[in-house]
């Protein structure tokens, strides 16, 4: 996600992720009533080189473990050796550094009206230092000061929570922020430097095109592809890749040889290799993906013993930072600390 870098089960489990008055997968994700104040919660870490999944297998992943409880974390991304994660139950953001198990609340969930959290983006290749986070059913995305967390800017569709879920987000080359949405066929922008409060404007709307929604999630993880000129973003239900013309905002499907990408989530684009995150599959696919973004091919699965349910990842320093957001686990027991886990890049 970063430029450096639910079946009957899984509908129960959207249902109450998402319900935000009472960032990802083929079904609601993420968002819920605040259980407790993650990021207002003591930091605790713990550092390992062998980590435990849920069901006590072994792992080499680096362990970075997220303060708080209930945190349910959805997005990731980074700027360097820094990443920035989001929490699902109340809207927190923490940050972290590669190498320190130690992360640290950020963004205070509820700040700003921000009670859900699911996709967020970093540019650090300017002096402004932006992080987009996408607001899931709020309909809303925030951009802050990387550095210092101030609020610079505060975008919504004006969308009810049962009509939108604004789920992935990355700042493209020129500045402009692109965020998907899950239920309503748009794809939304907002442009490079925007500050203050404003509506999200329309920059696609698909329906009519091939992109077509359907049951279940639809658009989630969005990058954009290598030569700056279009975005590509995977649909969840039918693990499909479309394309979106920067320039014409013509809508096509990737070409991947007859395969998908069934329950895809987040993504990262690292030279030429698409890392796709599939949640409820338990791993990350890679694709080798042509620059201009119309052609690709599925070239192997990356799995290890550490993930619990991923949804996204981000990549920093030949290594895969990515988010174990236990979904499933919403409503049960979850393996508490939440984690994010670090694996080689491969």
Do not use: H
């Amino acid at each position: 996600m970063n430029r450096t870098g639910l079946s009957a089960a899984v509908a129960l489990a959207g249902a109450t992720a998402l319900v935000l008055t009472s960032c990802s997968s083929s079904s609601e994700e993420g968002q819920a009533t605040p259980a407790s104040s993650s990021a207002a919660a003591s930091s605790s870490a713990t550092s390992s080189s062998a980590a435990t999944s849920s069901a006590g297998a072994a792992s080499n992943a680096t362990v970075y473990t997220l303060p708080g409880t209930g945190v349910f974390p959805e997005g990731i991304t980074a700027d360097d050796d820094t990443f920035y994660v989001s929490s699902t139950s109340d809207g927190a953001v923490f940050r972290g550094t590669v190498g320190n198990t130690t992360v640290e609340p950020f963004l205070p969930g509820g700040q700003d009206g921000r009670t859900g959290a699911a996709g967020l983006d970093v540019d650090g290749d300017d002096d402004e230092n932006t992080l987009v986070v996408a607001g899931g059913a709020t309909g809303t995305v925030w951009i802050y000061d990387a550095e210092s967390g101030a609020l610079r800017g505060k975008f919504t569709n004006g969308l009810g929570q049962d009509a939108t879920f604004l789920n992935d987000v990355v700042i493209a080359d020129n500045g402009d922020a692109f965020i998907t949405d899950s239920r309503n066929p748009t794809l939304w922008r907002i442009p490079a430097n925007a500050t203050g409060e404003g509506q999200l404007e329309p920059f696609v709307d698909f329906t009519g095109s091939p992109f077509a929604y359907g049951e279940g999630f639809n658009a989630n993880g969005i990058v954009e592809a290598d030569d700056d000129n279009a975005l590509v973003i995977v649909q969840s239900s039918t693990g499909n890749l479309y394309r979106v013309a920067r320039d014409s905002k013509a809508v096509t499907q990737v070409d991947l040889g007859g395969a998908t990408l069934q329950n895809g989530d987040g993504m990262e684009m690292e030279d030429d290799t698409l890392y796709v995150v599939r949640n409820r599959d338990g791993l990350i696919a890679t694709v080798d993906l042509d620059d201009d973004g119309n052609r690709g091919r599925v070239t192997g699965e990356i799995t290890d013993p550490s993930f619990a349910y991923p949804t996204t990842v981000a990549d920093v320093d030949d290594q895969l930072l990515v988010v174990n957001s236990q979904f499933d686990k919403r409503g049960g027991s979850p393996v508490e600390p939440f984690t994010v886990v670090g694996v080689p890049e491969r």
